[in-house]
């Protein structure tokens, strides 16, 4: 794989992908790209925000509200968490538990803990609990996205 950067002034950011065959892994990466121009409102202190989908760190349910995290904001979305899942999957924000999602970007480290569950750490320090029954699809996502 090649990569050619170049700025050019006066001119929005334009990505052009050029491939001999259209293959699993070109298409993971157009999705990805694509991904990073989704956005979703969030509420923060009254204030109507939109929170950039790679800006996300994880996403939470709690007592029925559904809450976006960032590096140092949080924020509240009319969102169910069902419905971030279905949404956000190609984007790699996937679920590890019954309340939680997780942005695979900005995963840090990851450390088996003695009850078969998973410790993640995110980049900004914070510590997730992966679910027993979600180990093997997140297991499969790091393995899916080991090649980037």
Request: proline share 1%.
């Amino acid at each position: 794989m090649e990569i050619e950067t170049r700025q050019i002034d006066d001119k929005p950011l334009t990505i052009i992908i050029e491939y001999p065959i259209l293959d699993a892994k070109t298409k993971k990466l157009i999705k990805k790209i694509e991904s990073l121009d989704l956005m979703i409102s969030g509420n923060r202190n009254g204030n109507l925000f939109q929170v950039h989908i790679s800006d996300i760190y994880y996403v939470e349910s709690l007592e029925r509200k559904t809450f976006l995290y960032t590096k140092d904001e949080v924020y509240m979305t009319d969102k169910k968490l069902y419905e971030l899942e279905e949404a956000l999957r190609e984007a790699g924000i996937i679920r590890i538990s019954k309340s939680c999602l997780m942005n695979v970007d900005m995963l840090y480290s990851i450390r088996q803990l003695m009850n078969s569950q998973l410790e993640a750490t995110l980049l900004n320090g914070e510590k997730l609990i992966v679910a027993r029954t979600y180990l093997k699809s997140i297991k499969n996502t790091l393995k899916e996205v080991s090649w980037c």
